[in-house]
């Protein structure tokens, strides 16, 4: 996914949206404000995960796209069930927990974190090679010795 | 509490204060160049920066604050305390733009960073070092006062007393080991913080046999009153967003998730790693280490739930007690582990905050400032402030409470609004100028302090979002707005290796 050339328009986007997050708090839309917040999540780690401004498709099908899947699904269904029992007792629970936080508990907080920390780890490569930092730190040396720095 | 539970625990704290004070001494060796001394500057593994960040992370608050503010008012705070994806989160976004600046030139602290970035712009150094210093020591006074007044009430001895004991000893191997020493023993209070944590989930779910039935009882006690104290229960309250307003449910979702890439004691942790491809290594340690004290915060609010609920004791006067009251009803083993729990985690975050505040005075300021002061100098004049900042924030802290409890609303949301624009933008957007962070940081330091005023005197923000956020909106759109008609910093005004960092 090629984002160079877009890394302005993405930025701009990211702006919008905590602007819009903040009036989603101010006039009480948290469902809305959450989702956009999963965007904005994605936006900034799409950024960070590309590499001279390509981001491969691999690590954003995996684990980027899951996780953001993971958290909007967590917000709508925690909102859902809520709506659903108000004070009462629901006639179901999940491990033990109210349906509304299982969602919390088990695709925001464990289904989050295995997600973005496993895919994380697992495509290292994607997200920063041997490769890359060996150029990396090549063409500081090349720049450095032309300038005839240390460092 | 009898005393033979209060000497115990006296004394497994005081072995958790000697370990660090020997590991602090040990690491002196280790700090031989300011690089080392104050920024352990790709020194260590991704473990002990992983255990390090989390502790750093975990404050004292976490672990008393938090399970009080669930008992009172519900789930919604456990998007705050369960959001351990966000240290992943934080390393994808920036972990190899700052570890790579460290490569780029000579980069000991934030403001280093700061420098190469923005071509030494010393406003903006200026102005984040003031940000960050309001908020390094807000927190700083918070953890004392926390664990001062917790072993003052255990031992029956002055709060005063009890701070120099146990924040005496850890300015003495702060100042002598720098970060060097904060890292390594933040990572062995982090250690202890865990261990605590599996210990009382383990607790929980012997004592209450699950979380199905403490909603069981959560459905049934209706209202649980003593004296004057009354608990009402059902069971909506352990939906997803209890009874708080849901916008701050939101507000506890965004802030620490995407703040965590802002706090200086991840931050700085990034460029702390030897090796930069071990930063996903960093992520997995940091997050299963939180998870385990995160999820420790919400089993003992539901535990002290269970318990109220049942009538085994009464509603609590203070929820800020739930934890206290928790281990009290488990006994001794409980106690032990909650008390080396908070104090390892008051500890942690005050090493972290205590280094930062002092490496600020002797090495950004100046060097922002254009005074120049050799690396040694630096070293030794750091030492100094250490002692100087660490005596005067426990005299404060144990005087001066409402002081400690205004300053105490600089926190989280402050050191983000300060280091979202320098850092996050900065980094990962090459046009972001020096003039548009330079503007978004004049306006994140007037709207801190103008919200705070506000705030003191009453004033209701819209939606009961917390203020912090419309601060670090502004400062986000007003560095990003100003960048489009400015060019400082960019362009050919930045530099080829820092573009290289930027495009990594």
């Not at chain 1, 349906?99 to 907080?109: G, I």
């Not at chain 2, 739930?305 to 203070?318: E, M, Q, R």
């Not at chain 2, 506000?454 to 100003?482: E, H, M």
Request: hydrophobic content about 55%; overall charge positive; aromatic content about 12%.
């Amino acid at each position: 996914m090629k984002l160079k050339g877009k890394t302005t328009s993405m930025v701009i986007l990211s702006t919008v949206l905590w602007v819009v997050i903040t009036l989603c708090g101010w006039m009480g839309h948290h469902i809305v404000g959450m989702v956009l917040g999963v965007v904005l999540m994605l936006i900034h780690m799409m950024l960070g995960a590309s590499r001279n401004g390509e981001l491969d498709k691999k690590f954003f099908i995996y684990p980027l796209l899951p996780w953001a899947v993971l958290w909007t699904a967590s917000f709508i269904l925690s909102e859902y069930h809520s709506n659903l029992y108000g004070t009462a007792m629901p006639d179901f629970t999940i491990l033990g927990f109210h349906p509304s936080f299982a969602w919390t508990v088990l695709t925001y907080w464990i289904g989050g974190m295995l997600t973005l920390t496993a895919g994380f780890v697992l495509y290292k490569d994607l997200w920063l090679s041997e490769e890359d930092w060996d150029n990396f730190r090549n063409s500081l040396q090349e720049i450095n010795q032309k300038r005839g720095l240390a460092k | 509490m009898t005393n033979g539970a209060k000497i115990l625990i006296t004394l497994f704290s005081l072995g958790m204060i000697v370990i660090s004070f020997l590991i602090g001494w040990w690491a002196k060796k280790k700090a031989t160049t300011a690089e080392l001394y104050f920024g352990s500057t790709g020194l260590f593994g991704p473990f002990i920066v992983g255990f390090s960040s989390m502790a750093a992370v975990a404050s004292a608050f976490a672990i008393v604050g938090i399970p009080g503010i669930l008992y009172s008012s519900g789930n919604a705070m456990t998007y705050w305390m369960l959001s351990s994806a966000a240290f992943a989160m934080a390393y994808i976004i920036l972990g190899k733009k700052i570890r790579a600046m460290a490569e780029v030139g000579t980069v000991a602290s934030l403001g280093d960073i700061s420098d190469l970035r923005y071509n030494n712009n010393k406003w903006i150094k200026i102005l984040m070092s003031i940000i960050i210093f309001i908020g390094s020591i807000a927190y700083l006074a918070s953890q004392i006062k926390a664990g001062s007044e917790l072993f003052s009430h255990l031992l029956g001895l002055s709060p005063m007393i009890a701070g120099f004991v146990i924040f005496g000893i850890l300015i003495l191997y702060t100042a002598l080991s720098g970060e060097v020493g904060g890292v390594l023993t933040q990572a062995f209070q982090g250690f202890v913080m865990v261990i605590a944590g599996i210990i009382i989930i383990i607790a929980f779910f012997s004592m209450t046999g699950g979380f199905g039935e403490v909603l069981k009882v959560a459905a049934t006690a209706g209202t649980v009153a003593s004296g004057e104290i009354v608990k009402e229960f059902n069971a909506g309250f352990l939906d997803a967003w209890g009874i708080m307003p849901r916008s701050v449910a939101m507000t506890w979702m965004l802030i620490p998730i995407l703040g965590t890439v802002g706090q200086p004691q991840v931050l700085t942790r990034m460029y702390a790693l030897k090796d930069p491809k071990d930063m996903p290594k960093l992520g997995l340690y940091a997050s299963l280490s939180h998870m385990v004290v995160g999820f420790m915060a919400v089993v003992v609010a539901y535990g002290v739930l269970f318990l109220v609920g049942k009538g085994l004791i009464p509603p609590l006067a203070n929820p800020d007690t739930a934890i206290f009251a928790f281990a009290d009803y488990l006994g001794l083993y409980a106690q032990l582990f909650v008390y080396a729990a908070i104090l390892a985690a008051s500890m942690s975050t005050a090493s972290m905050f205590l280094t930062l505040s002092a490496n600020i005075i002797a090495r950004d300021l100046p060097s922002a400032l254009g005074i120049k002061i050799s690396p040694q100098k630096q070293i030794n004049a750091s030492r100094i402030f250490i002692f100087v900042i660490g005596i005067l924030s426990i005299i404060f802290s144990l005087t001066s409470g409402n002081m400690v409890a205004i300053l105490g609303s600089f926190g989280w949301g402050t050191l983000m609004s300060a280091t979202f624009p320098v850092f996050v933008i900065g980094l990962l957007w090459d046009r972001a100028t020096s003039e548009g962070v330079l503007s978004g940081l004049v306006v994140s330091l007037i709207l801190n302090i103008v919200s705070l005023i506000l705030d003191r005197s009453g004033f209701k923000w819209p939606g009961s979002v917390p203020w912090y956020v419309n601060v670090i909106t502004a400062s986000i759109l007003v560095t990003v707005v100003v960048s489009f008609f400015t060019k400082g910093a960019t362009g050919e005004d930045l530099d080829e290796k820092v573009k290289m960092v930027i495009d990594l």
